[in-house]
């Protein structure tokens, strides 16, 4: 089994639906895809298929019944916060020896890949004393990051690999989502991330893009 860690260099830069397209991608490809995000924020019941998790249970042709939703995000909190500040919202703390027990039993599962997705960017607060940069070095999978097109997403984006190769979490490669309303061309900010970390392959993907252009990333992943 192959399995991933999805991560960005914030919120809202597209973790999910790079996550969801590499679902697609592989499942048509015919293999057996499972997928994590043991925490998420700003979860409302009323709105499930519109979450993260609602998503991802899409994109794995799955039913949204709270069985589901306890399967793929056990740990969901209300407010849209880091995820140790929602649950202090709550009464309730993250449980950081939980949370990454869940994730080693959910890589002991039958799938032909695995993907975990984080929750904000690479150092978000995680619990009380855990960042998503803890949680990914402990893990150990090799991580996605997913970074925006945005001006500003260069020093961003080197920041998050800055901190990443510090606690040797190895980077498999960098994905560029098309920012909306975005004043730098998306290849052009692409192309100047390479040439100031040519370690990792930098891919880009334009927003409504199309299933071959993720296919291209989702077969990358697996060649590795």
């Given amino acids: 089994m192959r399995a991933f860690f ?3 260099t914030g919120t809202d830069i597209g973790k999910t639906y790079l996550a969801c397209s590499l679902i697609r991608a592989w499942r048509a490809e015919g293999l057996k895809v499972g ?3 043991p925490v998420l924020s700003g979860f409302d019941p009323a709105k499930a298929a519109e979450s993260d998790a609602g998503q991802l249970l899409a994109a794995l042709d799955q039913p949204i019944s709270p069985q589901s939703l306890d399967a793929i995000s056990p740990w969901r909190f209300a407010a849209p916060l880091s995820p140790d500040a929602a649950a202090e919202k709550e009464g309730k703390r993250v449980d950081y020896g939980a ?3 869940a994730c080693r039993r959910f890589l002991r ?3 032909d890949v695995a993907l975990i997705e984080g929750a904000g960017g690479v150092m978000s607060p995680l619990s009380e004393d ?3 940069l803890d949680w990914m070095a402990d893990l150990r999978l090799p991580v996605i990051l997913a970074t925006g097109s945005y001006l ?3 020093s961003h984006s080197l920041t998050a690999l800055s901190v990443l190769d510090a606690r040797r979490v190895h980077v498999r490669l960098v994905v560029m989502s098309e920012t909306e309303g975005a004043t730098v061309p998306l290849a052009e900010n692409a192309l100047a991330l390479t040439r100031r970390w040519a370690a990792v392959p930098v891919y880009f993907l334009p927003r409504g893009a199309s299933p071959q252009a993720t296919g291209i990333i989702a077969d990358t992943l697996l060649a590795g």
């Fill in 109 to 111: 599962g039958d799938h």
């Fill in 35 to 37: 997928a994590f995000k």
């Fill in 152 to 154: 500003g997403t260069i």
């Fill in 6 to 8: 999805i991560t960005a």
């Fill in 130 to 132: 855990r960042t998503m």
């Fill in 99 to 101: 949370v990454l027990a």
